[in-house]
């Protein structure tokens, strides 16, 4: 990062590429670390807020003129940690450079199960699919039957969301905003229904269009107006699980939500939450979800973008709509 962002939205100029030399070696005396050659970098719409410069954040602002961090998957190249051993592959938090020295463990994983695409550690199997499992399961309490709605469906997290709801039996309606993702929502994910949130001039009549009898589960990634029309339109004791709002990221101060006092009425539970508080259940998603891909009830789509210089533009495209699926950074494929 060159320079905090405080609002609006970042430009390419807002990151620099920097060049310098290092030893392929954790230095001489460091205990408990590791270095690792990035493989792959997961892009996040977190990283919008740790481009700003503040103080009371659940993760620390990014420090201009150092790198980036973020999720990625990587190999271990040098050790000086018992647990850790040289080809070992990770994921985790990693630096956005070619090689980071981490003091582990960390926030990292060992990869276990190799025989699925390693990029899907980007997201379906690493932080995006936690925050899709936690999100929906534990949050949302769903029942077969209920009437769910995803917004951003098309997304990382999104599109995960949709397949469990499927999977679980319930009837789930996504919007997005593109032609080319509404229809990845009906054919390729199988959401019943799924529409256009840009050419709805109207949001309350669209969801009361695909939700006459009202929703019981919103998964909340966008917020603002999008969050005002569900309010207008939840069932009695619907849940709403408030994962992210990034219609609001690149705004200084967030736009004032008007329809909240129609969670009385309705019973609604509204729960935020943040996905590391439940890292502890990712072996039992691995569980459920490792099979469900490999029998093909789960598939993931991926926006991969080429090289590491191409990392601050993969960034930004989160916010103007440019991926379709999750958006990850090939550093090296080796
Ligand atoms: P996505 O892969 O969905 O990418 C972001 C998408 O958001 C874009 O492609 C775009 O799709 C949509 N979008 C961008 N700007 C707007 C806008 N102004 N209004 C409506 N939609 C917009 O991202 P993720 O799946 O990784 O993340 C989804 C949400 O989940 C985010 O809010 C994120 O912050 C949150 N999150 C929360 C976590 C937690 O622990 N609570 C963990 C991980 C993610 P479109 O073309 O549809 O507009």
């Known amino acids: ?53 503040l ?17 990625g998957v990587a190999k271990v190249v040098d050790s000086t940690h018992p647990e850790y051993k040289n080809g070992d592959l990770v994921w985790g938090m990693t630096g956005w450079e070619e090689y980071s020295l981490l003091t582990a463990p960390g926030l990292l994983f060992k990869i276990q199960h190799t025989d699925v695409p390693l990029t899907y550690y980007t997201g379906l199997l690493g932080m995006a699919g936690m925050t899709a499992y936690t999100g929906f399961y534990e949050i949302c309490t769903p029942k077969k039957g209920e009437y769910v709605y995803v917004s951003a469906a098309s997304g990382a997290v999104g599109q ?36 256009n949130y840009k050419e709805e001039p109207d ?27 569900v309010l207008l339109n939840m069932r009695v004791h619907g849940r709403i699980a408030v994962c992210g709002m990034i219609s609001q990221y690149n705004n ?32 039992k998603y691995l569980e459920m979800v490792i099979p469900s891909i490999k029998e093909g009830k789960i598939t993931y789509i991926e926006d991969v973008a080429e090289g590491i210089e191409s990392a601050p533009t993969a960034l930004i495209g989160l916010f103007i709509g440019r991926n379709v699926g999750k958006q990850l950074v090939v550093v090296s494929r080796d």
């Open 160 to 195: 995960l969301v949709g397949q469990f709801a499927k999977l679980l039996g319930c009837y789930v309606v996504g919007s997005a905003g593109s032609k080319e993702k509404i229809d990845l929502l009906k054919n390729k994910f199988g959401f019943d229904e799924a529409f």
């Open 252 to 283: 200084d101060k967030p736009e004032a939500t008007h329809n909240l006092m129609y969670i009385i009425p309705k019973r609604v539970r509204m729960q935020g939450f943040i996905v590391t508080d439940f890292y502890h259940l990712y072996p």
């Open 203 to 229: 949001l309350d009549a669209a969801l009361k269009r695909y939700f006459p009898e009202g929703i019981d589960i919103y998964f909340e990634n966008v917020g603002g107006k999008m969050l005002d029309a």
């Open 1 to 53: 990062l060159k320079n905090y962002v405080n609002a609006g939205l970042p430009k390419e100029s807002d990151m620099e590429i920097k060049e310098k030399s290092i030893q392929l070696k954790v230095p001489e005396g460091t205990k408990d670390s590791i270095l690792v050659k990035n493989l792959y970098l997961s892009c996040d719409p977190y990283m919008r807020n740790r481009m700003k410069k």
């Open 55 to 71: 103080e009371d954040s659940y993760v620390p602002s990014f420090e201009p003129g150092s790198a980036i961090s973020g999720y």
